[in-house]
């Protein structure tokens, strides 16, 4: 684990020197909310975890949002999204990052989140306790918060769910304390800060959650589909984040009510 952790971590450096040159550049401000310089950082900085991942691991799988999959059956497969959150990065604000990880099997044994603009990063690994590096200072450990009245929750857009899905998120906003917009992965990671208490979000592809399970898992906290499942490849994609785990039966309650 430690070859591989090593590896991760260095993807995640190169990826963030692709990255940090265009975030709030003249490049990227000229775009006038065009996409291209941020595809182009997507591109280069998935060329590069790719190269490097595929130079130390050769028989490992790699799949990635850009450049799709290569060896999707492999025992082990990278799961890639060097931009999560490309509306935060187009607007100047660092709420996005490059996720990282691995699964065995198909289950995600590793998960990287890293914020190049601010230094943060959480790596999670199955079965050891989250670990968390800012130069901000901070220690990893969700807060306990048993019922969604008292909780604080957070969804990247309301735009993200399909009419099916919508009644559902609406039940759980309601019940929540209160909700906040605009996270994407790094919601995930202050839930795994103790900051946030719940995240609901749908039409979320494997490279979107696989990295942010073991983080939120090794931090105390749980993670599932809306229906109270592991999540797996090939599921709905739905996710629901639980900094406290006690919360997971009225959620899924309130989500899947008919």
């Not at 008292?150 to 998120?169: H, K, Y």
């Amino acid at each position: 684990m430690q070859a591989l952790l090593a590896a991760a971590e260095a993807a995640a450096d190169l990826a963030g020197a692709v990255i940090r040159p265009l975030f709030r550049s003249a490049l990227l401000v000229e775009a006038k909310g065009d996409a291209s310089p941020v595809t182009e950082a997507d591109r280069q900085a998935e060329l590069a975890i790719r190269a490097l991942l595929a130079e130390r691991f050769p028989s490992h799988g790699i799949w990635g949002e850009e450049f799709g999959p290569d060896r999707a059956d492999a025992e082990w497969v990278w799961l890639l999204d060097p931009i999560d959150g490309t509306r935060a990065f187009v607007t100047g604000r660092p709420l996005f990052g490059t996720l990282i990880s691995l699964l065995h099997q198909g289950k995600p044994v590793l998960g990287l989140i890293d914020q190049p603009a601010t230094g943060e990063r959480w790596i999670g690994v199955a079965g050891e306790k989250t670990r968390f590096r800012s130069p901000m200072g901070g220690v990893a450990g969700c807060r306990p918060c048993p019922s969604l009245g008292n909780a604080e929750l957070s969804c990247t857009s309301p735009d993200m769910f399909l009419p099916e899905q919508r009644p559902g998120f609406e039940r759980l906003r309601a019940a929540a304390r209160r909700v906040t917009w605009g996270g994407d992965c790094y919601a995930y990671g202050l839930l795994a800060l103790g900051l946030v208490d719940v995240v609901a979000e749908a039409t979320m592809q494997p490279w979107d959650w696989a990295a942010l399970v073991p983080v939120v898992e090794g931090a105390g906290g749980r993670m599932t589909d809306w229906a109270g499942r592991p999540l797996q490849l090939g599921a709905d994609g739905t996710v629901l984040a639980l900094g406290d785990p006690a919360m997971l039966a009225e959620a899924t309650g309130l989500l899947r009510q008919l």
